[in-house]
Nanobody, 115 residues
Framework: VQLVESGGGSVQAGGSLKLSCAVS????????MGWYRQAPGKERELVAS???????YYLDSVEGRFTISRDNAKNTVYLQMNSLKPADTAVYLC??????????WGQGTQVTVSS
């Protein structure tokens, strides 16, 4: 299984970005997929997740601004991020579970939000 993120970049506060995670291996249908982020000096935190059947989770600080979705036909998971804030600056990593463990990880994509 390989996870490859794309779509990161630099935006001003209030802007939007859409992250994509291309997944090799047929795991989207059966595994929970998620987006984590890690900022310098901070612990990695789960930002959003989506499981099968569709059930989503969002970190309180991104609820209402971020939307996680998946396209099983394209083997891709997305994270639409709107109304971005400088506090959202971090490396964003795509992850997938095996059972209840977050086992598979992408390399990460940098998101930088300037004020």
């Amino acid at each position: 299984v390989q996870l490859v993120e794309s779509g990161g970049g630099s935006v001003q506060a209030g802007g939007s970005l859409k992250l994509s995670c291309a997944v090799s291996g047929n795991i989207l249908i059966t595994n929970t997929m998620g987006w984590y982020r890690q900022a310098p000096g901070k612990e990695r935190e789960l930002v959003a997740s989506i499981s099968s059947p569709i059930n989503t989770y969002y970190l309180d600080s991104v609820e209402g601004r971020f939307t996680i979705s998946r396209d099983n036909a394209k083997n891709t998971v997305y994270l639409q991020m709107n109304s971005l804030k400088p506090a959202d600056t971090a490396v964003y990593l795509c992850a997938a579970t095996a059972g209840t463990i977050w086992r598979y990880w992408g390399q990460g994509t940098q998101v930088t939000v300037s004020s």
